[in-house]
């Protein structure tokens, strides 16, 4: 009788764990679990600050947050968090960059014209300007936020383009939660979401 019981208990608790296993989402290879993230960007989109790519099959906002941000893509994001869309959009500079799309040749040569990006490569010469439409890395984007709240790294005054984390944590910009090695577009809600409430320098 005891064995029958036992029996039966064990089998009911076997199938209660194989039940909660099965509700835990599959992951692609390679690819993170972004819920926390995807909360934030729907605040972030909210405001009009952070847009998809289209919809999911079930009606929602695909983020495609599991996927690397673009240089441009990050440069736009910049722009929308300091409620600077409308100027860049009547922006009538010239780019001189050639390696921009036509639909963010006004955010990029709006960017320029204000300091917050220089762009990838000059090449006087053969007049060549790019600005690069490669990934965007954590040093990138951090570089961009932390100009857009007031430091500087001409000659490293505040921080360095290429390193700067140590500012970026001090500030607030970057938690444990960003992973810097291996930047994504959910790595970019995070700091975005962080540089909403962080202090412009000397403020």
């Known amino acids: 009788m005891k064995k029958s019981i036992l029996r039966k208990t064990a089998a009911f608790v076997l199938i209660f764990i194989l039940s909660i ?22 605040d972030l989109n909210s405001l009009g600050l952070f847009k998809g790519i289209g919809t999911n099959t079930d009606g929602t906002i695909n983020f495609d947050l599991n996927r690397k941000g673009t240089r441009v893509e990050a440069l736009v994001m910049l722009i929308r968090l300091l409620g600077e869309e409308d100027a860049a959009k009547a922006c009538s500079d010239e780019c001189i960059f050639t390696d921009v799309p036509e639909w963010a040749k006004c955010y990029v040569s709006y960017a320029f014209a204000q300091g917050y990006t220089r762009g990838s490569v000059y090449n006087d010469s ?56 291996d930047f994504r577009r959910a790595d970019i809600v995070i700091v975005s979401y962080n540089s909403l409430s962080v202090r412009v320098k000397d403020s």
């Open 126 to 181: 053969e007049g060549v300007y790019l600005f690069g439409t490669g990934y965007a890395t954590a040093e990138m984007y951090c570089t961009f936020v932390l100009r857009a709240i007031g430091y500087s790294d001409t000659n490293d005054a505040d921080f360095s383009w290429n390193n700067p984390f140590n500012l970026a944590r001090s500030a607030g910009i970057v938690t444990d939660d960003v992973n810097i090695k």
């Open 21 to 42: 296993t099965i509700t835990f989402p599959v992951l692609a290879k390679g690819a993170r679990d972004t819920s926390v993230e995807e909360e934030l960007a729907y």
